[in-house]
């Protein structure tokens, strides 16, 4: 029983390192937004690839607002005024190109401006290069998300 069950564990555990290689590999998965500027969590962002093959991030958990952990985009226009952002979609069309994804947009909730979008990983998948800008790469700035392990 023993020797019939070791080759089923091996091939388990190779598929299990698969599995967390490619999720290194790209931004899909759960992050926790870390302020740029303070260097304190905001919030949870929740990243997936669509049909289309682009990525999408929506707001899990706000942790930390100004208006407290259940914050409404006041400064947003369109559909999204007024809206919880929790539940909100802030990050869409995101598309891979190398080794960063672009050519998305990313909405930031508290001045309720969109930007275009560059995703980079780094450390070995376990962090995401967030910049936000305005025309070029050069001209914005970037947050750096923290993977969640499940």
């Known amino acids: 029983m023993r020797r019939a069950l070791l080759p089923f564990l091996l091939a388990f555990g190779l598929l299990m390192t698969a599995q967390a290689l490619a999720a290194a590999d790209t931004p899909v998965g759960t992050w926790t937004q870390v302020d740029d500027k303070t260097g304190k969590p905001k919030s949870i962002i929740e990243i997936t690839e669509q049909p289309d093959g682009t990525l999408q991030g929506v707001v899990k958990q706000v942790l930390f607002s100004d208006q407290g952990t259940h914050p409404i985009c006041d400064k947003c226009t369109g559909e999204r005024h ?58 914005g700035r970037t947050q750096t998300w923290i993977r969640k392990s499940d």
């Open 82 to 139: 007024n809206q919880p952002v929790v539940g909100m979609t802030i990050l869409w069309g995101v598309k891979k190109d190398g080794d960063v994804w672009d050519g998305g947009q990313v909405l930031d909730p508290a001045n309720g401006k969109i930007y275009k979008v560059r995703l980079q990983l780094t450390d070995n998948g376990e962090k995401l290069d967030v910049r936000g800008y305005i025309g070029v790469p050069m001209l």
